[in-house]
């Protein structure tokens, strides 16, 4: 092969890179840019007067004699809204009983919409649930409930060769020619008044509780339970993954038992997290008993088996790494074979052995299957320090799932959804940011 041949060879390997590397860093930003910016709006958002009020009841903040001048203001806002109600039941007694039948069913389907908007109406019995004490704690949310005041879903299937095509109907065309024809006007242009919407930095989203089920707080508990699990799961898989590796490079053999085991390992990287988490619910729940049901001790047992190859894989190849003049530098001292490994190989190969730990704690914070058997719930506060042995706790990547799939208002909860994703993230990009700092603070002490 001629040099110009290997140069033009080299030069295309290189732009396959660059563009390999640009068309990466395009496709995650393309993917995180949703999230990132559908998530902010978990923390910072417009609030309206129901936000504060339930900032109030449930978790007591705010200055209460402000909000006592605040739900005044509001509710004089909305009295004509219940007063034209109020006049049009009066209205409409003296109408034809067919009439009034029509009438009185708009008039309940408008009550219900109603009731989404401001929460009880007058003289209604306060609710047990606080999704129904409260109207939309966010501006956007209001909208949204205005809307459904405002007009009525309907179906044209006036064309048989397609399905329905959903339509918005007025709602005042229901009560054309009543008083309460002017209620719908009046509402749109004094809703901003009725809910006085402020900015808010909701920054104790990472710490709040949540209240029922996620329609109003934080998600501070599984944010905390995350943690536990990850921290858990690295706690015992970093030394068992690094003992692994050193008796496969510095002690074992290289025979035909050393490759099946090799083998193994690699195919254990490759098993689906699924099985990770039947075996971690057969064998640490229901076999050894490490606790009674799910917990984080069983969660975390679980997630350090599932990351268990990767660390193993990445330390081995570390070790490998360190020339071999390193080890009869250290033994021609006289150090023994594990202090020749303890004080030498290890701080050699450090750097790639972080780098493996790196990837696997970004693996055991963002699983979902293994934690379903063996640790997650759906609610609940994160178990304190001394109860992880026999508590479960909630977990970002299950409540994303779970939120996702089986919340019966999902379409109300989505802010807390991406806002649970930007935080797992988060934790993740920081968590890796920690371990590359101290990598690179070691490499410098290692290079003097």
Partial sequence: ?????????????????????????????????????????????????????????????????????????????????????????????????????????????????LRELFGPLPGEPASELARNKFGPTRWDQALVKLQAVLYREEYDYSDTSRMGQKKLSPRSRDFAGTSLETLFPFLEQNVEKMFRPNLVFYWRFFTDESKDTHFFGGIGPEVVGTIYLTMGAMIFAVPMGILSAIFLTE???????????????????????????????????????VSQSKSVLAGSLTLAILILPTIIRSSEEAILSVPKTYREAALSLGASPWEMIVGVVLPAALPGILTGIILSMGRAAGETAPIIFTAAVSLGEAPKLLDIFSQPTPALSW??????????????????????????????????????????????????
């Fill in 251 to 289: 002690y074992s053999r290289q025979n035909w038992y050393t490759s099946i085991l090799r083998t193994l390992i690699s195919t254990l990287s490759g098993v689906p997290s699924v099985v990770f988490g039947l075996f971690g619910l057969a064998f640490f729940i229901n076999t050894i008993h």
């Fill in 1 to 113: 092969m001629t040099q110009s041949s290997r140069k033009l060879i080299d030069q295309a390997f290189t732009a396959i890179g660059i563009f390999s590397s640009v068309f990466l860093v395009i496709v995650i930003i393309v993917l995180l840019f949703p999230i990132f910016m559908k998530g902010l709006g978990a923390f910072f958002f417009r609030g309206t007067i129901e936000f504060r009020k339930m900032e109030m009841e449930l978790f007591e903040r705010g200055d209460r004699e402000e909000l006592k001048k605040e739900i005044l203001e509001t509710n004089l806002a909305r009295l004509p809204v219940f007063e034209s109600i109020k006049t049009f039941k009066a209205e409409i007694s003296g109408f034809p009983s067919e009439e009034k039948k029509i009438l009185n069913d708009s008039l309940k389907d408008l009550e219900i919409s």
């Fill in 399 to 448: 409540n994303i799932y779970n939120l996702a799939t089986e919340h019966q208002k999902v379409d109300q909860i989505r802010h807390v959804q991406y806002g649970m994703v930007l935080t797992l993230i988060l934790i993740v990009l920081t968590l890796n940011c920690l371990a590359i700092w101290l990598r690179n603070r070691y490499l410098k002490k290692l290079k003097g």
